[in-house]
């Protein structure tokens, strides 16, 4: 979105029993072991003559007999990398070895690699129409501890976007091109979006410039309203079709497009020569609905379109930073896929079983990546006081009261304040001060959602989805789209 990707050739199976779920089998979780799926959603989609031409994980195996690495990861400590492989084909990210790979230091995401065969890997998105974090650089890239999951009981990550991440390739082969037929889905964290531009996955510009409406076809997901929306305050899952975020045939409001915001959501968007669709569900359960089947919107440029064919993951197509949001996988196909055909995927994508506990539970500090630091919490509540430490296992920082009544500590040279005003658990209680720079205490706010807001020399601080689980990431960043510091609950 501006203004502001050789297949598999699996088994195939009859249709009758794509439709009944009966082949779809997701990861089990048997004596602490994985155990591969007999089918996987590109197996599926191949049955159904649609096949993947891209296909990306970091939480899983899409293919039952994919035993390939399923995304890269880089450590801070001497830049080596390691790919990371499902625990067996067909099966869920192996997490111990990447845990193992970045213990004791950092750890980002770059590569996520393409399970199709066509090679339509992600890597760190160039600068586009909207330049990177930093004039004319590179998009920043993800954190590789900062969505921690369980899939089928096994931990596993995801890709956590925020504001200023992205990934792309812009030599993506076998995608649609101008008015051809392709679908897609994505698992997305329904709770972590904003209203920035643009958190999408899909088809878009191979040049990372807004070439014109029509020449992207994406998945979209927040609750920006500049462009399209639908009915309630959102999120929505809306197509990016550039110059446009269409949840409907309607150019801007479309009644039938619900808000929805599922822990785990599944989003669909598919389209051929004067028809599209949008489609959506829960990923833990139950099926996908359809919002909107019909004729592309009555708007030049967008019948017939001009799809490129590069694939973006967090940004629009001219690399516009300014979204949020958590991708756990996804695919595009060939050709448009049949209702039937994304029902039995959305069947194994449930029997995968999408979680956030298992291995992943618990309390722990709040550690923020490279900085050395630590939030510490006494308890989960809401509302709870937060205390920043040291993350290199001492005891925790020693705080000095100071004639005005603040606690400061000094970490790595610089002044830190704790506010020590609040200690009550409910919505409105004062937490922490960061940094003391003279300009008088910072106070932040734990708002009735969870959130913990409120800015100071352009820092945010954000409790991403007011979750209180082992690993729920927690945002430190600047607020105008720059250099993002995570936190997570370890």
């Known amino acids: 979105m501006a203004r502001q990707p050789r297949t598999a050739r699996p088994r195939l199976i009859a249709p009758a029993l794509v439709a009944a779920g009966t082949l779809v089998t997701g990861l089990l979780a048997g004596g602490g072991t994985s155990q591969a799926a007999t089918q996987g959603p590109c197996d599926i989609y191949a049955a159904g003559g649609t096949p993947c031409v891209a296909a990306h994980s970091t939480t899983r195996a899409l293919y039952g007999a994919y035993n390939g690495p399923l995304y890269q990861v880089r450590r801070a400590s001497d830049n080596a990398t390691r790919d990371i492989a499902p625990l067996a084909a067909g099966g869920v990210a192996n997490a111990s070895a990447q845990d193992s790979f970045c213990a ?3 750890c980002l995401i770059t590569v996520i690699y393409d399970q199709s065969g066509r090679n339509n890997r ?3 998105a160039p600068p586009g129409g909207f330049q990177g974090p930093a004039a004319g650089g590179y998009d920043n890239l993800a954190n590789a501890t900062a969505a921690p999951i369980t899939v089928g009981g096994h931990k596993a990550y995801g890709v956590y976007v925020a504001p200023g991440t992205g990934y792309r390739n812009n030599n993506a082969t076998g995608t649609a091109t101008g008015d051809q037929p392709e679908g897609m889905y994505a698992i997305f964290d329904g709770t972590h979006y904003n209203g920035g531009c643009c958190f999408d996955y899909g088809n878009a ?5 807004d070439n014109g409406n029509g020449t992207m076809e994406a998945i979209y997901f927040g609750n920006i309203k500049v462009w399209g929306y639908g009915a309630g ?3 929505w899952i809306m197509a990016d079709l550039e110059n446009g975020l269409f949840s409907g045939v309607n150019q801007r409001y479309n009644a039938n497009d619900p808000s929805i915001s599922h822990r785990y959501l599944t989003a669909i968007v598919k389209g051929g020569p004067n028809r599209w669709a949008i489609r959506g569900g829960n990923a833990q359960s139950g099926g996908v609905s359809t919002f909107y089947d019909g004729v592309r919107p009555n708007v030049p440029g967008y019948n017939p379109m001009r799809k490129e064919g590069a694939i973006i993951l967090g940004t629009g197509g001219d690399n516009s930073i300014g979204s949020a949001g958590t991708f756990y996988e996804g695919v595009m196909t060939s050709g448009y896929p ?6 039995a995927v959305q069947a194994n994508i449930v029997a995968a079983g999408y979680g956030t506990g298992g291995s992943n539970t618990g309390t722990g500090p709040v550690h923020a990546v490279g900085a050395g630091k630590c939030l510490a919490a006494p308890n989960a509540t809401q509302g709870t006081q937060l205390q920043i430490a040291g993350c290199s296992g001492q005891a925790n920082q020693a705080w000095t009261r100071t004639a005005d009544g603040r606690l400061t500590a000094t970490l790595g040279g610089t002044t830190l304040c704790l506010d020590a005003s ?7 209680t004062k937490v922490v001060t960061w940094p003391c720079n003279g300009q008088g205490n910072q106070q932040w706010t734990v708002n009735s959602n969870g959130t913990v807001t409120g800015v100071q020399s352009g820092l945010c601080l954000d409790v991403t989805g007011a979750s209180t689980a082992d690993g729920a990431p927690v945002e430190l960043w600047t607020c ?11």
């Open 233 to 235: 305050n959102g999120p």
């Open 480 to 490: 105008n789209g720059g250099s993002n510091q995570q936190w997570t609950l370890g």
């Open 422 to 428: 609040g200690q009550g658990t409910s919505a409105g």
């Open 205 to 209: 510009e191979r040049n990372s410039r």
């Open 338 to 343: 049949s209702d039937a055909t994304e029902n």
């Open 104 to 106: 004791g230091t950092t």
């Open 122 to 124: 992600l890597t760190q």
